[in-house]
Every structure is written in structure tokens, then in C-alpha cells.
């Protein structure tokens, strides 16, 4: 089985074990932020970087779409589910919004140091003003359509949905 992992993962990941991953190439500066000593390692004998088909983009996104996390997950996130969608392997994380994800798309995932979510999850977007609920819809960047009431114009905010 393939592993592609998160960030979480290469930060917390013995070198021996990440040196067999999958990992997308923006997650460098991640880690270059939070341990310089394991992105001068990873330069050198680090997991395989390889970054996902435009395809694959698509269906991720299309993915966060579904359940309404889309606007709240980084490129970087976004490219990580491609990869595991293209790879067809196992997203390693503790995002809990990858692992809805994943787990709304039939993706398989496992927590890294967390216990992960136990159920997945949908967003609305809920009025604060009228308390109107509306599915959440993004645009292509990502970023909320709606941000006022379409009925009485106060904001929108972004909920879980309730079952």
C-alpha cells in the first residue's frame, strides 16, 4: 500500500519510514518552517515528491466540495488528496477536515499522532441574523460565495450541519 503523507506525518515520521512516502512538493516549505533539520534531510533522502495531474486537482476539490470544507483547506491539502486519489494509496494525517474528506470520498486515511474523527461531517452556511440554513457552495477559488443573507442581509457563517 502506498502512504502518502501530510505534513503532520513528515515532521513526526522516523526518516526511515518517510523515505518510502508519497508527499507533494509545496509541503517543503511547510516543513521548512517548522523543522529547517528534517527539510535539509528531506532534500537529500526524502520521501518521493511528486506532484499531482491537474485531473486529480479536480476531483479533490471536487471532493472538498461536496462536504463544504473546500474553502477552508489549503492548496497544499487539496494537492495531498490528488495525490492520494492518484496513487491510490493511504492519506496519512491529522487534518481533521482532509480526513472528512477522505472519508466522504471513500478515501482511505489514518491518523498520525491524534485519533482522528469518528464520523464525517457536512457544512452549511447559517444565517446569524434569521438563522436561515443554505448549503455551502464554493467558487473557484475556493472561498465562500455568500457571505450576507440573501433575506434579510446579515452575515453568514460556516456550521456544521446538523443530522
Request: glycine residues 8%; hydrophobic residues 35%; contains cysteine.
Amino acid at each position: 500500500m502506498v502512504d502518502i503523507a501530510d505534513t503532520s506525518a513528515l515532521l513526526a515520521w522516523p526518516a526511515e519510514r518517510v523515505s518510502s512516502a508519497f508527499a507533494v512538493p509545496s509541503q517543503m516549505a511547510e516543513v521548512e518552517k517548522f523543522s529547517p533539520e528534517r527539510a535539509m534531510l528531506y532534500q537529500a533522502q526524502g520521501p518521493q515528491w511528486v506532484q499531482p495531474s491537474t485531473e486529480s486537482i479536480a476531483a479533490a476539490r471536487s471532493a472538498a466540495a461536496t462536504t463544504g470544507d473546500l474553502p477552508r483547506l489549503s492548496p497544499v491539502d487539496i494537492e495531498l488528496l490528488a495525490l492520494t486519489i492518484e496513487k491510490g494509496g493511504v492519506l496519512h494525517s491529522d487534518d481533521y477536515r482532509l480526513q472528512n474528506v477522505a472519508t466522504s470520498a471513500g478515501i482511505e486515511w489514518r491518523a498520525v499522532g491524534q485519533r482522528g474523527i469518528s464520523a464525517g461531517w457536512d457544512w452549511e452556511l447559517r444565517c446569524t441574523g434569521c438563522r436561515r440554513r443554505t448549503p455551502t457552495t464554493a467558487g473557484k477559488s475556493g472561498e465562500q460565495e455568500a457571505s450576507e443573507c440573501d433575506i434579510c442581509g446579515s452575515p453568514q457563517v460556516l456550521k456544521r450541519k446538523r443530522r
